[in-house]
């Protein structure tokens, strides 16, 4: 009767304040009551838990929020590694409230999916009413939701202490919200809570200004010249031109009321010019300099000189050279190397989605050599290893820690690719004990040797690969949610060679890396870009090895190709007189205007598509 009782009440004094009357409750708390009944015409008598999106939905939002999650990751670890003994779990939503990651005790995981304090739950205010990422996203303001400051009744236990974060321009990403399953009943021991969660998303706006506006000086602000090198209030990033490129959300309020920041000249907004700005420099200031603002009052600056060269143009995106290698300009492999090429040293965790032997440990390695981690890349196919040898093989073991160990123990490959890259081949395949154990040390960063009591820290950048669908395992209960949740950071679809329009580069430049080096006639690579390639690139090297074996030194001719390859090709292979018009466009149109594969669909070359193309005037694809 009393949880009736409770319930009631708290539907009675939800009505209440959404028809005008008072409430001992914060402002914020009561404004977001009213839009919810007002605005979003919800019922606080019924339960609206948060919605989980599927793992198709959360994969996607999470590559819609690649900045948001390079931003704030490594602010996130740092962060949790504070409070994660306090029974706090940590989330990072996007603008439209998806939590797209989080850290909490893996020991909690059914408390945690059952309060919807997982990866994948959707907080926007319209759907399930007050609480801290909905209504923080709602106003752009932090704000503490605590108990019964929930519009739902049932999220009533929880307390939820959520902070905006801002790109360096001032728009909303996203939401960092710090959660408890059993806080204490006074609000008050939560204040603590907010201010930390303040400190900690100023800096990842201020990490994040830094990396973007390196090219720029940054100006770091602070109302006491104690806090300026601990932790700046504001910061702003200031072109050779003297104008305002960038910010931290605190910045706003030196600029005055309704003005803008980005695009002013410094002079504006302080009684200085660019030319000042140098001498707040620590090589040339003794002591932190004092800025008048114009807008009235003062506020203490350090500036920072930039630490590299302007950055090139947006449509010329510069990559280091092992990601450039991977492709000879296949469209879809260029996005790829793009793509991976924004998160190279980002505590992001990276899945490579393609068919068996498309490449995804040569990707992985190009990924790793591209970073500045300078530890091993060390491998690991999760499908070979003996499941009675796979936990001892990854996370090692102390002296004579079991019948047949070696006296000095073992470090494991989990520990040998400390401060480096640790690839996780074939993880569909892990064995689902072992996979609660991996997931340990992706949340808490140690690991525990077998036979250990005591765990050791590691640095590792994590890259896992599969052919499998990982969503599906997981609706049969062979894959662990969580555990994808964590390794789920972004996907990288690797094509497989039939579908890469720099097929020929691919094949040529595997013949270059071979012993031998085979050179094939252009009859004999005609009859290469027509096969369908069902072992993709490793069964290119397997052929590359073998011509070079039987033909050494001579230029391989189709008849030294291997049956299959050239009985598949004459059988299945189609004249082109037999392609109609019509036939061409179509196939363009379902490759995306990829010739190439467009070409080897309809078995005719390259040219001869062209050809035809120009003939019938379809197009003018170039």
Known sequence: MAGISNTGAHVLEVIGVAEGRNSGRDADVLASWRRCVNDHRLDPARPSAPRIVTQRELTQHRQDSEELLSVARHGMEDLYRRVNAMGYVLLLANGRGVTVDSIGDAQLDRELRHAGLISGSEWDESHVGTNGVGACLATGQAITVHRGDHFDVALTPLSCTAVPIHDTTGSLLGVLDLSHLQAPEDKMSQALTLEVMKSCARRIEMANLVRRHRADWILRLHPSPDFLDVDPIAALAIGADGRITGMTNNALRLAGPGRP????????????????????????????????????????????????????????????????????????????????????????????????????????????????????????????????????????????????????????????????????????????????????????????????????????????????????????????????????????????????????????????????????????????????????????????????????????????????IADRTATTRLPASTVSEDDLLQLLVEHGGNVSAAARAAKIDRSTFYRRLRKSKIGTVA
């Open 261 to 564: 920041l980005i695009g002013r000249r410094i002079d504006e907004v302080f009684a200085c010019d660019i030319d000042d700005i140098p001498r707040l420099s620590r090589t040339q200031a003794q002591v932190e300099g004092c800025l008048e603002m114009q807008a009235g009052g003062r506020v203490f600056a350090r500036s920072v000189p930039p630490s590299a060269p302007p950055p090139r143009r947006a449509d010329q995106p510069e990559l280091p050279q092992p990601l450039r290698s991977i492709h000879g300009g296949d469209p879809a492999m260029r996005q790829l190397a793009l793509r991976a090429g924004k998160v190279l040293d980002r505590q992001i965790s990276v899945i490579l989605q393609g068919e068996t032997g498309t490449g995804k440990e040569y990707v992985a390695r190009a990924m790793h050599d591209a970073s500045r981690r300078r530890g091993s890349f060390v491998a690991i196919n999760c499908a070979a290893l003996p499941e009675a040898l796979i936990e001892s093989e990854l996370f090692g073991y102390v002296p004579n820690a079991f019948t047949g160990a070696h006296t000095r123990g073992k470090k494991g490959l989990i520990r040998e690719a400390h401060g480096g890259t640790l690839f996780l081949d074939e993880i569909g395949d892990m064995p689902l004990g072992l996979q609660a154990r991996l997931l340990r040390v992706l949340s808490e960063r140690e690991v525990l040797p077998v036979g250990a009591t005591r765990a050791e820290p590691v640095d590792i950048r994590v890259i896992s690969a599969t052919h499998r669908d990982l969503a599906g395992l997981v609706a049969q209960g062979q894959f662990r949610q969580d555990l994808l949740y964590r390794l789920n950071g972004l996907v990288l679809e690797i094509p497989p060679a039939r579908a890469r329009a720099d097929l020929e580069w691919l094949i040529e430049r595997i013949a270059a890396a071979t012993d031998g080096q085979p050179c094939f006639s252009p009859e004999a690579m005609a009859l290469l870009l027509c096969y369908d390639w069902p072992g993709n690139v490793r069964e290119i090297i397997n052929l590359c090895e073998l011509v070079s074996a039987m033909y050494d030194g001579a230029c391989v001719l189709p008849d030294h190709l291997p049956g299959a």
